[in-house]
Each structure stands twice: as structure tokens, then as C-alpha cells.
T-cell receptor, first 109, second 113 residues
């Protein structure tokens, strides 16, 4: 079922940019890339999503490669509160979400 | 102020019992969902309702029955609870069905003794 591949864990120094990669080599033309994060004991929190253009909002930036086979989530200035598990999800019109194992990001003081 | 709220947060009960989990959203969304997060942390969709109509019903035992009294509420009733039902159940909502961000509640941790 998994359509995405992410590293299991990453560390980032506080105040630096956190770059979280995701491979989705089998993505089809109408599928969006979504990013969520989950902090322990809370529900998944929506971060950003995109189809083919790069996107930016108040939380993060999403860079999608031209062939759309991979993407990177960028948290420009990581804080300790950004420590969480980050999920990259490919989602089509079927309105389904498959959360894989994600990347556990630890922001280090 | 809470956008998607679930009750209870924790539910500990014995095998064979019947229990319900409630979910309410105040975001004005028309689509609501139930997910199950298993021990491996995978979130799998169970049900989805749009404007109180069932639109997604994954392969879930018929002991699980969702009920949507209005667009802001989607409750989950579980009959004859089994050990394998132990998990975290998440409710979510979105505006519209397709390619819209979903907003999640904080989950209900169900433990079957």
C-alpha cells in the first residue's frame, strides 16, 4: 500500500532549517503530495500540500521535483516544538489517506 | 475553541462490551472520517461521511457502526468488543471530499481487557 518512502529519523539543530525528504516514484498525475505531523498523544496536524508547484505557507515550504517523484518539506527555523513524526502522503481523488511510518524529527537545543 | 473534539480520550473496557466514541467539529466542514491507528502507527481509514451520507466504508467488521446525526457530528459505535479492537481511533473532518486538508481530533485510546 505504501506509496512513499521517508527516512525513519532525522535530527536538526534548533533555529536551523529542517529538510525532510520523501520519495514517491509511483505518483500519478492527479495525486497530490500532503504533509502531516503528529506530536505524541495528539492527532495528525496538517502542514501543507501541493500538486506540482512549490508551495509555501506560514508553517513550511514544499518543494516538489519537476518529475514529481520526490519532494522535500522545509521547516525554515526549527524549534523544539517541531519535534514530531512527519508523514508524507500521496493522495488521489479517492479521498483515502495512508499514513506510513513517517520520519521522526528531533530538534536539538 | 477546539476544532475537532473526540470523547472520551481514554476508554478501557472488557471484551464483549458495547461502546461509543463521539466526535464533533466546529469548522463548518461537510465531510467527516474515522481512522484507526494500529500498533505500527499506520492510520487506516474506516469510514467517511459527506453531508451525513456514507461515502467510504472500508473493510471493517460490521460490529463497527458509524452514525452521523448532522454534518458536525460523526459517532462510532462498536458492538461486542474484541481484543484486536485495541487501538487509537481518530476522527477527522474536511471541507469537501477531494484533495482538501483533513483536520484531526486528538484520538481516543481504546484498550480492551
Amino acid at each position: 500500500d505504501a506509496k512513499t518512502t521517508q527516512p525513519p529519523s532525522m535530527d536538526c539543530a534548533e533555529g536551523r532549517a529542517a529538510n525532510l525528504p520523501c520519495n514517491h516514484s509511483t505518483i500519478s498525475g492527479n495525486e497530490y503530495v500532503y504533509w502531516y505531523r503528529q506530536i505524541h498523544s495528539q492527532g495528525p496536524q496538517y502542514i501543507i500540500h501541493g500538486l506540482k508547484n512549490n508551495e509555501t505557507n506560514e508553517m513550511a515550504s514544499l518543494i516538489i521535483t519537476e518529475d514529481r517523484k520526490s519532494s522535500t518539506l522545509i521547516l525554515p527555523h526549527a524549534t523544539l516544538r517541531d519535534t514530531a513524526v512527519y508523514y508524507c502522503i500521496v493522495r488521489g481523488a479517492g479521498n483515502q489517506f495512508y499514513f506510513g511510518t513517517g520520519t521522526s524529527l528531533t530538534v536539538i537545543p | 475553541d477546539t476544532a475537532v473534539s473526540q470523547t472520551p480520550k481514554y476508554l478501557v473496557t472488557q471484551m464483549g462490551n458495547d461502546k461509543s466514541i463521539k466526535c464533533e467539529q466546529n469548522l463548518g466542514h461537510d465531510t467527516m472520517y474515522w481512522y484507526k491507528q494500529d500498533s505500527k502507527k499506520f492510520l487506516k481509514i474506516m469510514f467517511s461521511y459527506n453531508n451525513k451520507e456514507l461515502i467510504i466504508n472500508e473493510t471493517v467488521p460490521n460490529r463497527f457502526s458509524p452514525k452521523s446525526p448532522d454534518k458536525a457530528h460523526l459517532n462510532l459505535h462498536i458492538n461486542s468488543l474484541e481484543l484486536g479492537d485495541s487501538a487509537v481511533y481518530f476522527c477527522a473532518s474536511s471541507h469537501g471530499q477531494f484533495n482538501q486538508p483533513q483536520h484531526f481530533g486528538d484520538g481516543t485510546r481504546l484498550s480492551i481487557l
